[in-house]
């Protein structure tokens, strides 16, 4: 089963523009992490953010988490062309647990 | 330093035929994680090593899943008598130490299981 759920499905953006992705889940969380995933292959690991966070930055990704509203936010400033991939974000529990993942965003940056 | 690697890249089989797929773990990273991801969906989880030793096999569809870690490094994921809704990609993941220290997990570049 998946928990979480990222929206929009899809997004198509102008180089330049920034992109945001959303991300909501239904259980309490110890980590949330955002993953990139090109033409459905290997997932690149983004930004892992704590559930004590409710902000992080890394380069031009900025992550915030909500964990009232249970959702957390990925945000991609000035999009290039290579941006272009499917977003993930994956959430794991107290314990020993492992990820559990959105169906996704779909990017496309257009040049 | 070398990351996940996983192979075949690609595998074709027949209904009813047993295949096994390889993951190669970071070197040192004690918990190793199997998931699968059909098309458009997001990965699932199958079943967790930490060491040798299954600490989840929850998400194992069914007993034709098999998994196992000898010696704490390498992993084979087995399945026995094929089907066509195994297709999907099978992706393997591992991380320097889990549970509530749970740190980044790093994915290889997946297995593609075509079961005709």
């Known amino acids: 089963s998946q928990q979480g759920e990222e929206d929009p499905q899809a997004l198509s953006i102008q180089e330049g523009e920034n992109a945001t992705m959303n991300c909501s889940y239904k259980t309490s969380i110890n980590n949330l992490q955002w993953y990139r995933q090109n033409s459905g292959r290997g997932l690149v690991h983004l930004i892992l953010i704590r559930s004590n966070e409710r902000e992080k930055h890394s380069g031009r990704l900025r992550v915030t988490l909500d964990t009232s509203k249970k959702s957390s936010s990925l945000l991609i400033t000035a999009s290039r062309a290579a941006d272009t991939a499917s977003y993930f974000c994956?959430?794991?529990?107290?314990?020993?647990?492992?990820?559990?993942f959105g169906k996704g965003t779909r990017l496309s940056v257009i040049a | 330093g070398a990351g996940v690697s996983q192979t075949p890249s690609n595998k074709v089989t027949e209904k009813g035929k047993y295949v096994e797929l390889r993951c190669d773990p970071i070197s040192g990273h004690t918990a190793l994680y199997w998931y699968r991801q059909s098309l458009g969906q997001g990965p699932e989880f199958l079943i967790y090593?930490?060491?040798?030793?299954?600490?989840?096999d929850s998400g194992l569809p069914n007993d034709r899943f098999f998994a196992v870690r000898p010696e704490g490094s390498v992993s084979t994921l087995k399945i026995q008598r094929t089907e066509r809704g195994d297709s999907a990609v099978y992706l393997c993941?591992?991380?320097?130490?889990?549970?509530?220290?749970?740190?980044?997990?790093?994915f290889g570049p997946g297995t593609r299981l075509l079961v005709l």
């Open positions: 993941a591992s991380s320097l130490k889990s549970g509530r220290d749970q740190e980044t997990q790093y």
């Open positions: 994956a959430t794991d529990a107290w314990g020993n647990t492992p990820l559990v």
């Open positions: 090593f930490q060491g040798t030793g299954a600490a989840d």
